[in-house]
Structures are given as C-alpha cells and as structure tokens.
C-alpha cells in the first residue's frame, strides 16, 4: 500500500529554522533583562525575559522534532510517496482501517497525492489532476 512520507528538505529546512528560533530566544531573553532589570514593577522583569525562554524551549522542542522527522525512516509528510515495503507508515499503526476503496483498488495510485485509484478512473478522485495514460 502507497502512502505519503515527508520529503527530507522540508523537515531539514523546518529544524534549521528552529535553530534561528533559539538563537532569537537568547538575544531576547538577554536584551529583556537588561532593559527592565531596574524597572518600578518587578513583574515585568519577570513576565517580559520569560517569552524569550518560551521561544527557547519551543525551538528546542521543534529542532528536535525536525531534526528527527528529516533523519529518520519512519516519518511523516506530503512530499513522498513510497510503498509499504520501503518504508512503513506510522499512522496506520494508530489508525489503520480497511476501506472498499483499498479492496476494490487494482494498486493505482495517484503520483501527486497519494490516493488508490481504480484501474478504469483518468483522474485522481482526491487531487482533481490527470491520472498518466497506464500505456
């Protein structure tokens, strides 16, 4: 069975991203504390350096997530499309069902998104976009 994997750029890109997110969470936390270390309400220099420690642990959080999701095997995106025997997918663990769809399906599979296709369809029920001529 077809099913839809995360492209590996995406998940590389998202964890670099969260890397600038942290770096932004320091400067932050920092400049916040300098700016309101003599302030007449102490709550602010409390409350305002505290978002930047949420951006850290955030960006942690995410790097991490990212950083997994681009290296690891089992993962999950809309970009790939591999079949049950490369690699397999995480969420039929949790969510498997069987559908008359997958039953009646003849293994075609749209190559944009994903979806079982019946052999006799020349668009995909799901994307709207023209299924290739099966030659």
Same mark, same amino acid.
């Given at each position: &069975?077809?099913?839809?994997?995360?492209?590996?750029?995406?998940?590389?890109?998202?964890?670099?991203?969260?890397? #600038?997110?942290?770096?932004?969470?320091? #400067?932050?936390?920092? &400049?916040?504390?300098?700016? =309101?270390? +003599?302030?007449?309400?102490?709550?602010?220099?409390?409350? #305002?350096?505290? #978002?930047?420690?949420?951006?850290?642990?955030?960006?942690?959080?995410?790097?991490?997530?990212?950083?997994?999701?681009?290296?690891?095997?089992?993962? &999950?995106?809309?970009? +790939?499309? =591999? +079949?049950?025997?490369? @690699?397999?997918?995480?969420?039929?663990?949790?969510?498997?069902?069987?559908?008359?769809?997958?039953?009646?399906? =003849?293994?075609?599979?749209?190559?944009?998104?994903? @979806?079982?296709? @019946?052999?006799?369809?020349?668009?995909?029920?799901?994307?709207?976009?023209?299924?290739?001529?099966?030659?």
């Amino acid at each position: &069975m077809k099913s839809i994997k995360p492209g590996r750029g995406p998940s590389a890109m998202g964890a670099a991203g969260s890397i #600038f997110a942290v770096i932004f969470g320091i #400067f932050w936390t920092i &400049m916040a504390f300098v700016i =309101t270390q +003599d302030s007449p309400f102490p709550v602010v220099g409390i409350i #305002f350096p505290a #978002f930047g420690l949420l951006f850290i642990g955030m960006g942690i959080a995410q790097a991490v997530y990212h950083y997994k999701n681009a290296t690891g095997k089992e993962r &999950m995106s809309l970009f +790939d499309i =591999t +079949d049950s025997r490369e @690699e397999g997918d995480p969420l039929h663990r949790h969510f498997s069902s069987t559908s008359s769809v997958s039953e009646q399906n =003849t293994g075609r599979f749209c190559p944009y998104c994903g @979806e079982p296709v @019946e052999a006799e369809y020349r668009f995909c029920p799901k994307c709207g976009k023209s299924m290739p001529s099966s030659g």
